[in-house]
């Protein structure tokens, strides 16, 4: 099997963004296609409980390459090496499947049907944002709110809620990998291949919280 | 890496990110999670992401700024701002999602968006769509011509789908029914029953609880009946498949009376097989009924979701036979996938399609395997290679 990631000729830029911080620049030229990436992960991956476990994988392989010198093309190459990386594991797994034909170049097919990034404007932005927000169960919401809007410190939050900081704290926690997931969520994906994944944040969020936040 | 380290390191990353934003973050703190970074780029790249979230989520000021009080407004709430007035179109995301347009609308009969959601169709899809579309007034236009139904008109108790065609009912009393392609459906929902003829192919229903008006299902000679409960039947012939999701439903014959078995309902749940009994069936559970009989299996509620993934235009194959792949995807198509050989059959293949996309599914049978394909006309002809 060819090096997928190989016949892309990557050419890296030296050049570099005069100092601009690593992760500054990860968060903005890759951490952006989440959607697209999740998308396109979930289209080629039948084990949809392992979609997180390649996105983090790719998220890091990348972060590495870059390490030493920004890549030019970063959507190209991200999307390139979650491509490689699950045909990796397709090799390792020997997987009986259309995806063990020899020949991966069908993984190259569907990427046509992987829509552009979108440029969303603001308003968009913060759509998408208030949707995830409004996601978060009842407690984690408040407490968002207070930190993150209403500018209160976390001994404040707790003051003003009648909880203990450790709670907040907890809900807080909660309150970020939701949103974090939430916000990149696929809108355009079936809803079905995130059953697992919501119904996992739920049943996390309902152990903690010890409340039931399905709707 | 496995599923539970990726859940373990955003569980950590979760963890020094609130302690780093609690206001009580020393230098020695600062030095510990530095480290952690440190250690493994997979713990950096989670934290990241969580730091973005974290982040983007001071978005939340600009909302902020008309709320009074400390508490935020309820989930949906928002759009007393000016804000989103235009951008309210995005998606209910907590919603079933089910794509396509409700049949009941005449104007719109073929139901055959695939896109799940509105507006932002990727140009694949929205290709799809018009190819398909053609398609669809191709067979309204023959069906037309036996001039023997009537469609979606003033007959508004009876829905029905084209070939490919995917569409969500409201029901009356506040249910919900998503037909599968190439179906059909009666309604009778009144102040004393619920009651849901399943002419013809597959239909998911979500059952709004009612204890006094079971919501009756008749596909054939079988009859399904739930209280409050999400289950899907798929008619072929007299064959039927039931899956369950959620709640409990009872399958039995048609031709039992309807108070009998709710007086037997009330007794305790006997899981007989025996063609003229009911058989209970609870989340999980996918059932195939026939003359003979019932057969009960028991699966994972993934696997039985699985099994419902055309609610969204997806077909999901684990480990299939290739011959029942192609009869999965010749239902939602016009041009059918014929198999001209045996060993072509017996591929097993695997993956996720959408159910109106053959080109993409035939293209990576030739890409994956030794397969041939041949338009012949209407048909898509495979042979070995």
Redesign the interface.
């Known amino acids: 099997m060819r090096d997928l990631a190989g016949n892309l000729a990557f050419r890296r830029c030296n050049v570099g963004f005069m100092g601009e911080p690593l992760?500054t620049w990860?968060?903005r030229e890759i951490?952006i296609h989440?959607v697209i990436l999740m998308r396109f992960i979930?289209?080629?991956w039948?084990r949809h409980?392992?979609i997180?476990?390649i996105r983090?994988?790719t998220?890091?392989?990348v972060?590495?390459a870059a390490r030493d010198a920004r890549l030019q093309s970063p959507k190209e190459f991200l999307f390139a090496t979650a491509r490689h990386l699950m045909a990796d594991r397709i090799r390792r797994e020997r997987?009986?499947?259309?995806?063990a034909?020899g020949?991966i170049?069908?993984l190259n097919?569907?990427v046509?049907?992987?829509?552009?990034e979108?440029r969303v404007g603001a308003?968009?932005?913060?759509?998408?944002?208030?949707?995830a927000?409004?996601?978060l169960s009842e407690k984690c919401?408040?407490v968002?709110?207070?930190?993150?809007?209403?500018g209160?410190?976390?001994?404040e939050a707790a003051a003003?809620m009648g909880l203990a900081?450790k709670t907040i704290?907890k809900h807080?926690?909660?309150g970020?990998?939701q949103?974090?997931h939430?916000?990149r969520?696929d809108?355009?994906?079936?809803?079905?291949?995130w059953?697992?994944i919501d119904e996992a944040k739920n049943e996390e969020a309902r152990r903690e919280h010890g409340t039931d936040e399905r709707? | 890496?496995?599923?539970e380290?990726?859940?373990e390191?955003?569980?950590t990353a979760?963890?020094w990110?609130?302690?780093r934003?609690?206001?009580?973050w020393t230098p020695a703190d600062q030095a510990r999670l530095e480290q952690w970074l440190d250690a493994?780029?997979?713990n950096?790249?989670?934290f990241?992401?969580?730091?973005?979230?974290?982040?983007?989520?001071?978005?939340?000021?600009?909302?902020?700024a008309g709320?009074p009080g400390?508490?935020?407004p309820p989930?949906?709430q928002?759009n007393l701002t000016p804000?989103?007035d235009?951008?309210?179109a995005?998606?209910d995301?907590?919603g079933?999602?089910?794509p396509g347009t409700v049949a009941a609308d005449p104007s719109e009969p073929s139901a055959v968006t695939d896109?799940?959601?509105p507006g932002?169709?990727?140009?694949?899809?929205r290709q799809r769509t018009g190819r398909f579309a053609v398609a669809a007034s191709v067979l309204l236009a023959v069906t037309a011509g036996f001039g023997t139904y009537q469609f979606w008109s003033s007959d508004a108790d009876r829905y029905r789908t084209p070939v490919g065609g995917l569409s969500s009912v409201p029901m009356p009393d506040g249910s919900k029914v998503t037909l599968n392609t190439a179906s059909e459906i009666r309604v009778a929902v009144n102040e004393n029953e619920r009651r849901i003829d399943l002419r013809q192919g597959e239909a998911f229903f979500e059952v709004a609880k009612d204890p006094n008006r079971p919501f009756v299902v008749k596909a054939g000679k079988k009859r399904i009946v739930a209280v409050g409960t999400k289950f899907s039947v798929r008619r072929d012939g007299e064959s039927v498949e039931v899956v369950v999701t959620e709640g409990k439903v009872r399958i039995e014959d048609a031709s039992r009376s309807l108070r009998s078995s709710a007086v037997e309902a009330s007794g305790s749940a006997a899981p007989a097989a025996a063609a003229n009994n009911p058989v209970f069936l609870t989340a999980g559970a996918i059932a195939y009924a026939d003359e003979a009989g019932v057969l009960v299996q028991r699966k994972s509620l993934?696997e039985a979701?699985?099994h419902?993934?055309w609610?969204?235009?997806?077909l999901?194959?684990?480990?299939q036979n290739l011959a029942d792949a192609v009869a999965e995807f010749n239902r939602y198509n016009v041009r059918k996938i014929v198999i001209a050989d045996p060993a072509v059959a017996a591929l097993?293949?695997?993956?996720?399609f959408?159910a109106t996309?053959v080109d993409?599914f035939v293209?990576?049978?030739e890409?994956?395997?030794q397969v041939r394909a041949a338009a012949e006309g209407d048909q898509i002809v495979l042979s070995s290679r």
């Open positions: 992760d990860f968060k951490l989440e979930a289209r080629l039948p409980d392992e997180a476990d983090q994988e998220y890091a392989r972060y590495e997987i009986v499947s259309i995806r034909g020949d170049d069908y097919v569907l046509d049907e992987i829509s552009p979108q308003h968009q932005e913060l759509a998408r944002v208030t949707q927000f409004d996601r919401r408040e968002v709110w207070l930190r993150r809007v209403k209160l410190s976390q001994k003003q900081e704290e807080l926690r909660n970020t990998r949103l974090a939430y916000m969520e809108t355009l994906a079936p809803r079905t291949l059953n697992d709707d | 890496m496995s599923t380290r990726t859940n390191i955003e569980e979760s963890d990110l609130v302690r934003e609690s206001g009580q493994s780029t997979l950096r790249v989670a990241l992401r969580l730091e973005l979230a974290w982040e983007e989520s001071a978005r939340l000021k600009a909302l902020g709320v400390n508490r935020p989930p949906g928002w804000f989103f235009s951008h309210r995005a998606p995301l907590r079933t999602h089910v896109s799940p959601a932002t169709v990727p140009r694949g899809a993934v979701e699985a419902l993934s609610r969204s235009g997806v999901m194959f684990r480990e097993k293949v695997e993956g996720n959408r996309n993409a293209r990576l049978l890409s994956g395997f």
